[in-house]
Structures are given as C-alpha cells and as structure tokens.
C-alpha cells in the first residue's frame, strides 16, 4: 500500500520570514508584519505570545523588542507563486488554498520522483536553496488529517502520518487542533470535557447536535475518526507566471521599453512552457516616480505561451499604457493568468495566417516550432547562450532562428 | 391612434417585429416599437440599426396616427391580455392596453427620435422559405461570435454558377451551402446575428431576397428583415477547401451523432474527440486526465492509401458540422492530423463543413 500520498505544504510565518530573507539583520529577532496591526509574526515574536491579527501596540506591549516593518505585498506574491511552481513540479494535482499553502497529491508522481516523503524532502529543499523560504508539510491519507500534521511540523519540519496510524496521531491532539474549531468552539468542548479528539471521537455523533448545531457536530464527529472524504481539487491553481524588471531611474525611450518588454515575454513564455501551461490574459504593469503604477490588460480567444506573442501583446499594452506619460518609467511588470494546460491547440484555417496573437495561426505555429528549438538549445547549453534578438551585444541575435524556423517546413 | 384586434393577430405582428429590438440599444427609443396606422393596417417596425424588422397586420381602425411604444413591455403586455379583442389607444402621454377587463398604461417614447425607415420597393429572387431557412440553420453555425473580428461575423452571399453561395467560417470551421436556381444579383457580407432572426420574423413559404448597396432586405406575406451589410472583404475560402482527400470514411449519421453525445459527457472545455478512420468504419475516443474516458468503434465505409489515419476535432464543432447535415449518412474526408478536413452527406450535395483539426 505504500505511504499515504496527500500532502499539505505550508510556508512558516510567510511574511515574517519574506521580511527576515530580504533583510538579513532581522534573522533571529522578532518580527511584526504590519503597522497598526500585526498580519504576521515571526516565531521569534510568537514565542513571545504575539498572535496574528493583534493591534501592533499590543504586540509591543507583549515583545517590546520586535521590528515593525511595512511588508512588501508585491514580493509576497511573487514568492508565492515561484513557490507553488515548485510544489507544481511535484504533482499536477495541486489545489492552493492560500497565498502560502497548498494540498498536493502525489500519487501519480511516485513512480516518478519516489515516496511522498522524499517527494516532501525534495519541495522543503529546493523552498529553501532556490527561494530561501522554510516550509512545513504534513503528509497523510486525508486533507484534514495532512493540515494537522503540516501544523504539528512546524517550524520548518515534516510530518508523516503512516497508514494505520492515524487515529493513534489524531486522538491524543487537543480539540483545538482539528481544522474548523476556533475558540468558541473548544469553550463548548470543554464544558462537557471533551478535551481531546479521542474524546470527540467516543461520544456518538449527533451528541453535540444542539450546542454547535447537527452539521457541524456531525462533521467534527467524522473528521474525529478521520473521515474527510474531500479529495485534492487539482488544476483549479487560479494563479499566473510573472516577471517584472526594475529599471533604476528609468526609461522613456519606446524602443529600449521594448527591449524589456521582449525580456520579459522571453522569461513568461520560457516559464509557461516549461510547466506546460498557457495563459489567455496577459496583464502589463508599468511603474512610474510617485511611485504611480498603471496596469494594462488584455484577455486572447484562445491561450498561448508563444515567447512572439506574449512580447507582441505586451509591447502592445506598454504603448497604450505610456501614452501620454512625459516620466520615465521605472518598473515594468507581465504576468499571464487564465492559466490552462496547453495539451490541445484548435489549429486555424489559413485566415488571418499572419496573425502571431491567433492560437493555432500558421505564424503561431512557427512561432512555437522557433520557441521549442530555443528552449531545447537553452535547456542543452544554458540559459545565456540565446537572448533575444533586439539585444545584438549579447549574443546570438535569434532572428536569424527564426527565419531558418520559419523556412523549415 | 386607436386600434382593435385579436390578441393573438396583435401578439403576432408586435412580437416578431420586437425580435430586432435588443437588449441593450445605443439609443433609448430603439427599445420601442414603431407603430404606425393607416388605412386599414397596422404597421409595426422595431430595429436596432443593423437589423430591422417590419411586420403589418390588418385591425379595425378608430383613429389613425403612429407612436414609438417600448417594445417588450408592448408585446409581453398584449400577450398576456384575456384571449379576444384588445384595444391599443395612443393620446399625447399615454398608451392604453386594454381588453376584457385588464388595463395596462404606459409611456410613450418620442417619435420623432425614431431613425426615419427609408421605404424600400420588394424586389428580388423568390427563394423557398423552407430552403432558406434550412440553409441558414447549416451556415450560421460557422460564423463568429468574436466582436473583435466583425468580418467573421458575416455569411457571405454570392452567385455562383448553381445560383447562390452562402458561406460563414470563424476561421476554425467554414460551412459552405449553395442554393440552386436562386438567381441573387451582388455581392454582400450578411451579419448572421440578423439572418439567424430570418425564420422566426418573417418566415414563410415564400421569401423575396435582394440585395442592395448597403442592406439585404427579405420580404414575404409575414413582413419585411432588413440587415445592414458587414463592411470589408470576407477571407478568400476558395483556397481553403483542399482539392484532394487521401482517406475518407462513411459513417450512419444518427449513430455518429449518438456517439457524439456520448462524448460529450466526458470532453467538457477543450478536450479533443480522436477519430480513428480504419477498415471497418471508424474509432471514437476521447479522454480526459482527472475523469475518464469514452470509447467506441462504429462501423462504416473506410477507403485510404493508409491503413488508418487519426486525427482528433473539437466534440461541439464536430457535432455541429454533422448535425447540419442533410441525410441518412456522413462522409469525412481527411488529409492529415494538421490539415482541414472536409464533412459532407457523401452525394455531391448543397452543403459542406470545413473543419480544421486540434493538434494534441
């Protein structure tokens, strides 16, 4: 039967510890995430009773050493999803339920990358080399079951839950510690000595029917004996693939935008196609001193990953958003969301053949062909061997690739 | 004004003439229906500036006189009346619904905002209503529904040297149906929004098309359609259709479209239907990663230089293409897994579906 294969991934304090990578004199001291209130705490603060959410002063109160920081939400999500591009490669079944957690299932990958556990040691190191980021993952045979384990691991541990032993792990937890009873809840519990989930678990179910209601009690009394029928809702990871470059005081020059611009597509399109997935909208961010930031977006009929069509859309959506701007720009931005994976692609008739933003185009296809020849020889020799091609200084200028690709048919 | 008819005869002229009244307008008075008497009739015309539609009935005329009166409202209201005669009276702020008891008052919208109709004599082909009916069922299907490509939008007409050609494509599939004998003048891109209406607002036995510098204009005994032409160049299709098929397959059309709906079940979203075209007949498959598959094998005429040959189609453009076949069978022929291939009724036949694969 082999180890239970569902997985819950959780990154430790996400945004305390985001703040302590960027900034290295925060490690080992205690962090508060949020001015006014606390959004997040560093262990380092928690030890020190700090909870979140809590009025920053409070938390003072409680930790009169800790460093109050603003937070940096746009990196947040930027490591979230390098994160869950992570887990993806783990397993396709992926459902994230948070911006720093997830379920996964594994079991079609272990065939592949061996026992969940190996699977799980792989995720925490690869979080923590290429990210920099501790995370936390319980491993067992139900969702509800892998949320408490992951719990139980952290700080920057994992739990394994083994088959047969589940009720042994789950009954001697406080009731707290079941997914769904906050303290109001336990208050309840306690009144008639239910400490524990074993002790949920030996009264009948429906005993609580009128005190928390016949749903919940119901519920509780199931997930008691770990029955949690909820399997992990793949594919439905909204998310997107981003990149942005910072670009110092900034530029004004259309055509050096572009060069950025073409940088980006270059880095997207290499991402989502690496993950074999597409994006039907395309979002622009252009950043100017103020700071100001206008975002720009445009959703395609059909999905793409096309390195050409993704710089073709997004220099389309810088000049609308530039128009009429006289500051430099200082930050440029592209994600692509309305992710799906690209197994299929409707081809066209030779209409609009020309046209790189048509999916299935005639132009689309070589586009792709040429994309696939570049990853290939990346992938073989290294990323710097290829830069695209409005960059001549730094390398093999690809438009000469491209015309042997679209020659070759 | 002030008329009296029959419920149903007024339910009738209003709610076929509100069929080209939308939604949403860009201007508030095409939310109403222009109603005009004179003589012995009553004339009602609702549009929305590409499409326009005009039905007339005879009633028993008061007073004459014509008013603009918002267009749902109006026929929801006369349709909802007790059966037998309503009364429809205008004055200068009110119109009065009434008949049997009910009572309905509403508001006029102001006439002289009402885009003036320029008249237009009937004049054109007859064409079977029937026929024409059917061939815009098999057309419309393949034309887009993307704002963003108007052109597409349209179903071309055109003579050819049977009579006329009709043809839409959203540039994934192309129907394709000539009309015989119907000797049609010009050229014209219809918009198939409005000739989808055609049927439903002034079908009839007998339809008289025409086609004129701006507009194509359908008129039988029911009332007058009145589209306003796509500007620009419908893509040059002729070259699209291939002119040989190395593998081809004839299938029972009813069995294909069962199995089709067997499919379906399974391919939701963009999953693939694969064909197998194999001695024997052919093999249908689809699956699907997270949840199953189906699979079958239904028996037909297979000829081709290949032993087999697969090739794999959208399910929902698939099922369109075949279900707008007329007859008992359905030939496919194919080149290859990139290239269209080609759905017909197997005879040299009116009507063909164009159809470009999914590449998996």
């Given at each position: 039967?082999?180890?239970?294969?569902?997985?819950?991934?959780?990154?430790?304090?996400?945004?305390?510890?985001?703040?302590?990578?960027?900034?290295?004199?925060?490690?080992?001291?205690?962090?508060?995430?949020?001015?006014?209130?606390?959004?997040?705490?560093?262990?380092?603060?928690?030890?020190?009773?700090?909870?979140?959410?809590?009025?920053?002063?409070?938390?003072?109160?409680?930790?009169?050493?800790?460093?109050?920081?603003?937070?940096?939400?746009?990196?947040?999500?930027?490591?979230?999803?390098?994160?869950?591009?992570?887990?993806?490669?783990?397993?396709?079944?992926?459902?994230?339920?948070?911006?720093?957690?997830?379920?996964?299932?594994?079991?079609?990958?272990?065939?592949?990358?061996?026992?969940?556990?190996?699977?799980?040691?792989?995720?925490?190191?690869?979080?923590?080399?290429?990210?920099?980021?501790?995370?936390?993952?319980?491993?067992?045979?139900?969702?509800?079951?892998?949320?408490?384990?992951?719990?139980?691991?952290?700080?920057?541990?994992?739990?394994?839950?083994?088959?047969?032993?589940?009720?042994?792990?789950?009954?001697?937890?406080?009731?707290?510690?079941?997914?769904?009873?906050?303290?109001?809840?336990?208050?309840?519990?306690?009144?008639?000595?239910?400490?524990?989930?074993?002790?949920?678990?030996?009264?009948?179910?429906?005993?609580?029917?009128?005190?928390?209601?016949?749903?919940?009690?119901?519920?509780?009394?199931?997930?008691?004996?770990?029955?949690?029928?909820?399997?992990?809702?793949?594919?439905?990871?909204?998310?997107?693939?981003?990149?942005?470059?910072?670009?110092?005081?900034?530029?004004?020059?259309?055509?050096?935008?572009?060069?950025?611009?073409?940088?980006?597509?270059?880095?997207?399109?290499?991402?989502?196609?690496?993950?074999?997935?597409?994006?039907?909208?395309?979002?622009?961010?252009?950043?100017?001193?103020?700071?100001?930031?206008?975002?720009?977006?445009?959703?395609?009929?059909?999905?793409?990953?096309?390195?050409a069509?993704?710089?073709?859309?997004?220099?389309?959506?810088?000049?609308?958003?530039?128009?009429?701007?006289?500051?430099?720009?200082?930050?440029?931005?592209?994600?692509?969301?309305?992710?799906?994976?690209?197994?299929?692609?409707?081809?066209?008739?030779e209409?609009?053949a020309g046209?790189v933003?048509?999916?299935?185009s005639t132009l689309d296809l070589k586009r792709r062909a040429l994309d696939v020849s570049v990853?290939?020889?990346?992938?073989?020799?290294?990323?710097?061997?290829?830069?695209?091609g409005?960059?001549?200084?730094?390398?093999?200028a690809p438009e000469e690739f491209r015309r042997l690709a679209e020659h070759s048919d | 004004?002030?008329?009296?008819?029959?419920?149903?005869?007024?339910?009738?002229?209003?709610?076929?003439?509100?069929?080209?009244?939308?939604?949403?307008?860009?201007?508030?008075?095409?939310?109403?229906?222009?109603?005009?008497?004179?003589?012995?009739?009553?004339?009602?015309?609702?549009?929305?500036?590409?499409?326009?539609?005009?039905?007339?009935?005879?009633?028993?005329?008061?007073?004459?006189?014509?008013?603009?009166?918002?267009?749902?409202?109006?026929?929801?209201?006369?349709?909802?009346?007790?059966?037998?005669?309503?009364?429809?009276?205008?004055?200068?702020?009110?119109?009065?619904?009434?008949?049997?008891?009910?009572?309905?008052?509403?508001?006029?919208?102001?006439?002289?905002?009402?885009?003036?109709?320029?008249?237009?004599?009937?004049?054109?082909?007859?064409?079977?209503?029937?026929?024409?009916?059917?061939?815009?069922?098999?057309?419309?299907?393949?034309?887009?529904?993307?704002?963003?490509?108007?052109?597409?939008?349209?179903?071309?007409?055109?003579?050819?040297?049977?009579?006329?050609?009709?043809?839409?494509?959203?540039?994934?599939?192309?129907?394709?149906?000539?009309?015989?004998?119907?000797?049609?003048?010009?050229?014209?891109?219809?918009?198939?929004?409005?000739?989808?209406?055609?049927?439903?607002?002034?079908?009839?036995?007998?339809?008289?098309?025409?086609?004129?510098?701006?507009?194509?204009?359908?008129?039988?005994?029911?009332?007058?359609?009145?589209?306003?032409?796509?500007?620009?160049?419908?893509?040059?299709?002729?070259?699209?259709?291939?002119?040989?098929?190395?593998?081809?397959?004839?299938?029972?059309?009813?069995?294909?479209?069962?199995?089709?709906?067997?499919?379906?079940?399974?391919?939701?979203?963009?999953?693939?239907?694969?064909?197998?075209?194999?001695?024997?007949?052919?093999?249908?498959?689809?699956?699907?990663?997270?949840?199953?598959?189906?699979?079958?094998?239904?028996?037909?005429?297979?000829?081709?230089?290949?032993?087999?040959?697969?090739?794999?189609?959208?399910?929902?453009?698939?099922?369109?293409?075949?279900?707008?076949?007329?007859?008992?069978?359905?030939?496919?022929?194919?080149?290859?897994?990139?290239?269209?291939?080609?759905?017909?009724?197997?005879?040299?036949?009116?009507?063909?579906?164009?159809?470009?694969?999914?590449?998996?």
């Amino acid at each position: 039967m082999g180890e239970p294969t569902i997985l819950h991934a959780d990154l430790d304090a996400f945004y305390a510890s985001v703040e302590q990578m960027l900034d290295p004199s925060l490690k080992g001291r205690p962090v508060l995430v949020g001015v006014g209130i606390v959004l997040a705490a560093s262990y380092e603060a928690r030890a020190h009773g700090v909870r979140s959410p809590m009025p920053t002063r409070d938390a003072l109160r409680l930790c009169p050493d800790a460093v109050v920081v603003h937070g940096h939400f746009e990196k947040y999500l930027d490591l979230s999803s390098q994160v869950m591009e992570v887990l993806e490669d783990a397993s396709p079944i992926i459902e994230q339920i948070s911006i720093d957690e997830a379920f996964l299932d594994v079991r079609g990958s272990t065939h592949l990358l061996g026992t969940p556990s190996t699977i799980a040691r792989c995720i925490r190191a690869r979080v923590a080399d290429e990210i920099g980021l501790p995370i936390s993952i319980g491993i067992a045979s139900t969702k509800f079951l892998a949320k408490i384990a992951s719990a139980r691991a952290k700080p920057g541990g994992l739990v394994v839950v083994p088959f047969g032993a589940e009720l042994d792990f789950l009954h001697p937890l406080p009731v707290e510690a079941m997914w769904g009873v906050g303290r109001v809840t336990a208050a309840n519990l306690h009144r008639y000595g239910i400490m524990t989930i074993g002790d949920l678990a030996a009264v009948p179910s429906g005993a609580f029917s009128s005190s928390l209601g016949p749903g919940a009690s119901g519920a509780l009394h199931a997930l008691s004996w770990n029955r949690d029928p909820r399997v992990v809702r793949g594919g439905r990871r909204a998310g997107s693939i981003g990149s942005q470059q910072a670009l110092g005081r900034g530029l004004t020059d259309p055509d050096e935008l572009a060069v950025v611009v073409l940088g980006l597509a270059d880095r997207i399109g290499r991402r989502a196609r690496k993950k074999g997935r597409s994006g039907s909208t395309l979002t622009l961010r252009a950043r100017f001193p103020g700071p100001r930031v206008l975002s720009r977006s445009h959703t395609l009929s059909s999905p793409t990953s096309s390195t050409a069509a993704l710089a073709e859309l997004g220099g389309a959506l810088l000049r609308r958003a530039i128009e009429g701007e006289s500051e430099p720009v200082t930050l440029v931005g592209m994600s692509l969301s309305n992710l799906s994976t690209d197994d299929y692609l409707q081809l066209e008739l030779e209409i609009d053949a020309g046209d790189v933003l048509r999916a299935g185009s005639t132009l689309d296809l070589k586009r792709r062909a040429l994309d696939v020849s570049v990853d290939e020889i990346r992938e073989r020799f290294g990323r710097d061997l290829l830069k695209l091609g409005s960059a001549p200084e730094r390398g093999v200028a690809p438009e000469e690739f491209r015309r042997l690709a679209e020659h070759s048919d | 004004m002030r008329i009296r008819a029959q419920r149903d005869d007024l339910a009738d002229v209003l709610t076929r003439a509100n069929r080209a009244v939308g939604a949403r307008t860009a201007l508030p008075v095409l939310q109403g229906l222009l109603c005009e008497v004179a003589g012995t009739t009553l004339r009602v015309t609702g549009t929305d500036l590409d499409v326009t539609v005009r039905t007339s009935a005879e009633v028993e005329v008061m007073e004459e006189g014509r008013a603009v009166i918002p267009g749902r409202l109006l026929s929801e209201a006369v349709r909802k009346m007790p059966t037998g005669s309503v009364t429809i009276g205008v004055s200068d702020t009110d119109i009065e619904i009434q008949g049997n008891g009910p009572r309905f008052t509403l508001r006029p919208l102001t006439v002289d905002d009402f885009p003036v109709q320029e008249d237009v004599v009937a004049d054109g082909v007859e064409v079977d209503g029937e026929e024409l009916a059917e061939a815009i069922g098999q057309v419309t299907i393949a034309a887009s529904g993307d704002g963003a490509r108007p052109i597409l939008g349209g179903v071309l007409f055109e003579s050819s040297d049977s009579g006329l050609r009709m043809v839409a494509t959203d540039s994934y599939r192309l129907a394709k149906r000539e009309l015989r004998g119907v000797g049609l003048e010009g050229t014209g891109l219809v918009p198939a929004r409005g000739l989808r209406e055609l049927p439903r607002s002034i079908g009839a036995a007998k339809v008289t098309a025409q086609l004129r510098e701006r507009e194509a204009v359908f008129t039988s005994d029911k009332g007058m359609l009145r589209l306003r032409l796509i500007d620009g160049n419908f893509p040059k299709y002729q070259s699209l259709l291939p002119e040989s098929y190395p593998s081809q397959v004839v299938i029972d059309k009813d069995v294909l479209l069962d199995a089709l709906g067997r499919v379906t079940l399974v391919a939701e979203d963009h999953i693939p239907v694969r064909l197998k075209l194999m001695e024997g007949g052919v093999e249908v498959a689809v699956t699907r990663q997270d949840v199953g598959g189906e699979t079958e094998h239904l028996p037909g005429v297979f000829e081709g230089a290949e032993d087999e040959v697969s090739i794999a189609f959208n399910p929902r453009y698939l099922q369109d293409g075949v279900t707008a076949i007329h007859g008992d069978s359905v030939r496919i022929r194919v080149i290859d897994a990139f290239k269209p291939s080609v759905i017909d009724s197997g005879a040299e036949d009116e009507f063909l579906y164009l159809l470009m694969p999914v590449r998996v």
